[in-house]
């Protein structure tokens, strides 16, 4: 498969992604701020009914499927170790955002699970990639500075989540007096998710620009055959 198309293929997921998070934060006329990002896909008249819910959920979904399809595209095409084990915990946060899309809040103890394994994986994939790009010879400054800071914040959401902390956070019993004190975690959640999708973008740039060094290069070899 073309580098370029995997690329594309991992930008159009994003793009769809950013619109559909923006549209529902329109449609529900609230600041993303002091809510945890699953609550925009509670849905509130019936599973999967028209809403703004819907088109968040559907958003999340198909940014997950697309980057899992071309980080996986990516480790069949280079077919080196690196690339192999990044595509096998690509796949892995891909289901899981999936399953978050559709195991929403309204499945919440399940809920919790998927969106934990996904945070995890968005931490594992992250530092995979800082460690195998600082024992190579190319260091992609913007990559490598995204990396880190959306693992980081990963890893505290995926700790925050699996320990239990957004339950407390959204259970109406404890949530008035436990609420206050987690929101912040609902700020690192939204970060998290940002820097997530601004990786996947990085890595489909890389791949474009990949597809174009060894286009340059063929075409420079016919040069000089000629």
């Excluded at 913007?142 to 800071?149: G, H, K, P, T, Y």
């Excluded at 939204?190 to 489909?204: E, K, P, Q, T």
Aim: aromatic share 12%.
């Amino acid at each position: 498969m073309d580098k370029r198309i995997i690329g594309i293929v991992g930008i159009a997921g994003t793009v769809l992604c950013v619109i559909a998070v923006a549209l529902t934060v329109i449609l529900e006329g609230s600041s993303p701020l002091g809510i945890y990002t699953a609550e925009f896909g509670i849905y509130s008249g019936g599973y999967f009914i028209v809403s703004s819910a819907m088109i968040f959920n559907l958003g999340i979904a198909i940014f997950g499927l697309c980057f899992a399809v071309m980080m996986v595209s990516r480790g069949l095409i280079y077919a080196t170790l690196f690339n192999t084990i990044q595509g096998v915990f690509a796949a892995l946060l891909g289901v899981a955002c999936i399953a978050q899309a559709f195991i929403t809040l309204n499945f919440a103890p399940y809920h919790y699970i998927a969106s934990g394994v996904f945070y995890a994986a968005a931490f594992v994939l992250c530092a995979l990639y800082i460690v195998f790009s600082l024992m190579s010879d190319e260091k992609r400054i913007a990559s490598l500075a995204i990396a880190v800071l959306a693992g980081l914040t990963s890893a505290v959401y995926a700790v925050f989540t699996l320990a239990g902390g957004m339950s407390d956070a959204l259970t109406a019993s404890v949530s008035q007096a436990v609420r206050p004190a987690m929101d912040p975690f609902a700020v690192i959640g939204w970060a998290a998710l940002v820097l997530i999708v601004s990786f996947g973008v990085l890595l489909s740039v890389e791949a474009i620009n990949d597809n174009q060094s060894v286009s340059q290069n063929h075409a420079y070899a016919r040069d000089i055959d000629f």
